[in-house]
Nanobody, 124 residues
Framework: HVQLVESGGGSVQTGGSLKLSCAAS????????MGWFRQTPGKEREGVAA???????TYADSVKGRFTISRDNVKNTLYLEMNSLKPEDTSMYYC???????????????????WGQGTQVTVS
């Protein structure tokens, strides 16, 4: 039974920081590309950051230099450290798992098979 559980969301002021975690119950976790996505009402879910099985990271332009994705393959946990937060970062954040997506598709939601329930981030 695959389960992805996000935590760490909350409310923060502009310029503040948050660190999201995603605990994965997923066989062969280290083989998966893991990603963070976000979605606000009325908008499509967008890729924020991804880290593949080799540790290669990819970021959306909107978060480069502010967000850092990382993974712990011993704890089966994915992280997203978010700094210099802006009101436009307000969203529901989801973690997701994909098995060997093409490198140029790692921020495309259709590549991901497993999803968490999300954690809300609000920046004011």
């Amino acid at each position: 039974h695959v389960q992805l559980v996000e935590s760490g969301g909350g409310s923060v002021q502009t310029g503040g920081s948050l660190k999201l975690s995603c605990a994965a119950s997923l066989d062969s976790y280290s083989s998966y590309c893991m990603g963070w996505f976000r979605q606000t009402p009325g908008k499509e879910r967008e890729g924020v950051a991804a880290v593949d099985s080799n540790g290669q990271v990819t970021y959306a332009d909107s978060v480069k230099g502010r967000f850092t994705i990382s993974r712990d393959n011993v704890k089966n946990t994915l992280y997203l450290e978010m700094n210099s937060l802006k009101p436009e970062d307000t969203s529901m954040y989801y973690c997701a798992a994909a098995l060997r997506p093409a490198y140029y598709k790692v921020l495309q939601r259709h590549e991901y098979k497993y999803w968490g329930q999300g954690t809300q981030v609000t920046v004011s």
